[in-house]
């Protein structure tokens, strides 16, 4: 296998390795991008939770505080004389607007039927959520994400801010039938724990939400629900613009209903998940191709799980790690490329020094060569000889069995050259049947014998079996001179050459120095 075929094997080798490599890096770091992403998105949202729960359980305590408190004092808070009955709903009502002694300013009190037909424990209770109308400020002010913040009575009677007045929203037992009470109160809680509630539409008309909530007790009697809304479209903005992920990010409850999504869903929508996806802790899985994560928010009731394709994530690893994978070719196809050119530098060399029908070296190849043989071989004091071959009546073989035949003596003859020196020696192709080997080290005598084995060699050997061509061959042998010029004795060894050649051919004839 050639050395180029052999770089383009181990490029594509390492192409393919760098491309793997970098698209599995690149896929790691897509993944722990969007863990990160998804964390950062969960964290935000963990953040409005609490805030959320902190406030309903602050209000929950300021509640059942006042509570006892008003009881044992029997308290009774101003805004009781300005309630007022709506003949046309037929509740009664406390609003900002009609509170002559400012005893409201946030929050509008709706109640079923005439205040005054109310027992002395509800009107007790109604002193009691009056009183919450700051802290409904104060939690308003903190989330101004918030909907609703309300208190809402099991004796018929509802606070809730901020004001719509009560042409805008009466109290209806109806309201205990929507989730936030059913979640909360003590037939849906019986170990009266906070409550998220599942998404319902709003009574009051600002659309789809989630209730927090918590029962309020005091004396171990339930009186009512405090709560506070956070609608979807404050989680579905977080959801969308907070945090740049790919993928989709959704938030469920502990039953795998839809809470939030930046798709139109329908209350109650259930997901199909994973078993092992909602924990406790964050969850990682690939399931039905789709690389998951799982981000509690409020613990055991709301989670954040966001979802990728597996597609998605290849493609986009792939588009990511092409720019590398592109510049880890470019520098194995410039490798190549440079490779490929030294090679076929080294080859327009070899060609301009070698002779193309024999594969020896030429005259100008020989020329280079020899003069760094000679420079070495004259430091070290060491001789250097040299043989003319000349094939004897080539002109008549050619004639007689044809050009083909000839290109084969000569080939024939390089070969033998080459089978019978040593690798060190040089061999050229002078000229036409003429050959000129360079021995360096050796001696006239060695020479002188290598010629002889070579002569011999040929003589005996049938060239071409079809035309049972044989040649024979003419060689003269010279020792070089330690300062002697290579053309000069190039000239006596063709002298030699001649002297065998006068002597009837078929020979080795040596000359020393004159």
Same mark, same amino acid.
């Given at each position: ?12 080798? $390492? ?5 793997? !490599?970098?698209?599995?890096? +690149? ?19 963990? +953040? ?49 607007? #009609? ?20 027992? =002395? ?18 939690? =308003? ?12 009575? @099991? ?23 929507? +989730? ?15 409550? =998220? ?18 029962? &309020? /007790? @005091?004396?171990? $009697? ?13 989680? #579905? ?49 690939? @399931? ?14 709301? /989670? ?20 590398? /994978?592109? $510049?880890?070719?470019?520098?194995? &196809? ?30 100008? !190849? ?91 060699? =040929? ?6 079996? +079809? ?42 004839? @040596?000359?020393?120095?004159?």
């Amino acid at each position: 296998m050639s050395t180029i075929k052999q770089i383009v094997i181990i490029g594509l080798i $390492i192409s393919i390795l760098a491309f793997v !490599g970098i698209f599995s890096r +690149e896929r790691s770091l897509l993944q722990d991008e969007i863990v990160d992403g998804a964390r950062l998105r969960s964290h935000l949202l963990r +953040e409005k939770m609490v805030s959320a729960r902190v406030i309903v359980s602050a209000m929950k305590e300021t509640m059942e505080q006042n509570l006892i408190l008003v009881m044992q004092n029997d308290y009774r808070h101003p805004g009781l004389n300005e309630i007022t009955y709506y003949p046309q709903y037929a509740v009664y009502g406390l609003e900002p607007s #009609q509170a002559k002694l400012a005893t409201v300013r946030n929050a509008t009190l709706t109640g079923n039927g005439r205040f005054e037909n109310v027992d =002395i424990s509800t009107q007790t209770e109604v002193s009691t959520a009056l009183m919450l109308d700051s802290t409904f400020r104060t939690a =308003i002010k903190n989330l101004p994400e918030l909907k609703w913040v309300y208190y809402t009575s @099991a004796n018929g009677f509802i606070f809730v801010a901020p004001s719509v007045g009560v042409e805008g929203f009466q109290f209806s037992y109806d309201l205990y039938k929507k +989730e936030f009470w059913l979640s909360a109160a003590p037939q849906g809680n019986p170990t009266r724990s906070p409550v =998220i509630s599942d998404v319902y539409d709003d009574a009051a008309g600002k659309g789809l939400m989630i209730t927090c909530s918590e029962p &309020v /007790w @005091a004396n171990d $009697i339930f009186y009512g629900v405090v709560s506070l809304d956070i609608g979807l479209d404050t989680m #579905q903005e977080i959801l969308n613009n907070e945090v740049e992920i790919p993928g989709e990010s959704k938030i469920v409850n502990k039953n795998a209903k839809l809470v939030a999504a930046l798709r139109p869903f329908k209350p109650g929508e259930h997901l199909e998940l994973p078993e092992k996806l909602l924990q406790s802790e964050e969850t990682l899985l690939m @399931a039905d191709n789709n690389f998951l994560i799982a981000l509690p928010l409020v613990d055991g009731k709301l /989670w954040l799980i966001h979802r990728l394709p597996q597609f998605s994530v290849n493609l986009r690893a792939v588009l990511r790690a092409l720019p590398y /994978w592109i $510049i880890v070719v470019f520098i194995i &196809v410039l490798a190549y490329l440079l490779m490929h050119l030294r090679e076929t530098m080294k080859e327009v060399s070899r060609l301009a020094t070698t002779d193309a029908l024999t594969g020896t070296l030429n005259r100008r !190849g020989f020329a280079f060569e020899a003069t760094v043989l000679l420079a070495h071989c004259r430091r070290r004091d060491k001789s250097v000889c040299l043989l003319m071959l000349d094939v004897d009546n080539f002109k008549s073989t050619n004639d007689k069995y044809g050009h083909a035949v000839g290109d084969k003596v000569l080939k024939f003859v390089a070969d033998a050259l080459r089978d019978m020196v040593r690798d060190e020696d040089l061999i050229c192709r002078f000229g036409g049947d003429e050959f000129l080997v360079l021995f360096p080290e050796t001696d006239l005598a060695q020479t002188e014998a290598a010629a002889e084995r070579v002569r011999a060699y =040929i003589e005996t050997t049938v060239i071409d079996s +079809e035309s049972n061509c044989q040649v024979t061959v003419s060689i003269g042998c010279t020792q070089i001179s330690g300062s002697e010029d290579l053309a000069q004795a190039i000239t006596r060894g063709d002298d030699a050459l001649y002297v065998a050649k006068n002597k009837g051919r078929n020979r080795v004839v @040596a000359l020393n120095i004159a």
